[in-house]
């Protein structure tokens, strides 16, 4: 495992046939106000989100396998379910996104928040305790229980939307 030396995006640029990622946290680091705003109102502003659509579409557009998988642990909080809003939005663009509840995961050894590229490449994301991003580490081998947990959760996981 080595830590990593260019950006996330870069590494996520660089798929050239599949994308998952693995959500396993109930809170990341987020603006407040944009808590503040969906509490509000149900609604999240989705300005910041243009580059991160536009990735997904060209992605799409290149036939590459975007999946990610999010659990979900009731009660659903609050920023679970404005990430969840924005997950239907990047389910638009070409994102294949579905969620598992806790209780599907008592019989898998749990994992960490990660993203697979091409099924060769791991990174395993690092948070601090209020959800603020920390960067990743790289695995490259030795990545076959990635790979079962990628299959074991989608299995078991459902679609977000109908």
């Known amino acids: ?74 009660p659903i909080n609050e920023y679970t379910r404005m990430e969840l809003t924005i997950h239907k939005e990047s389910i638009r663009h070409g994102d294949d996104i579905r969620i598992i509840a806790e209780e599907k995961l008592k019989s898998v050894e749990q994992l960490p928040d990660f993203w697979m590229i091409d099924d060769t490449t791991v990174l395993v994301m690092k948070y601090g305790e209020k959800g603020e991003y920390k960067g990743f580490d790289i695995i490259e081998d030795s990545i076959q229980k990635y790979i079962d947990f990628k299959k074991f959760v989608w299995e078991k996981s459902k679609s977000l939307v109908k």
């Not at 998952?20 to 509490?39: A, G, I, P, T």
Request: positive net charge; hydrophobic residues 40%.
């Open 1 to 74: 495992m080595s830590a990593y030396t260019l950006p996330l995006m870069a590494y996520l640029q660089s798929s050239k046939l599949s994308l998952f990622r693995w959500e396993s946290l109930q809170y990341y680091d987020v603006d407040e106000n944009d808590l503040k705003q969906f509490r509000g109102t149900g609604k999240v502003p989705l300005s910041g989100m243009d580059t991160w659509w536009k990735f997904l579409e060209d992605k799409k557009d290149k036939n590459i396998i975007l999946q990610r998988v999010r659990l979900v642990i009731e």
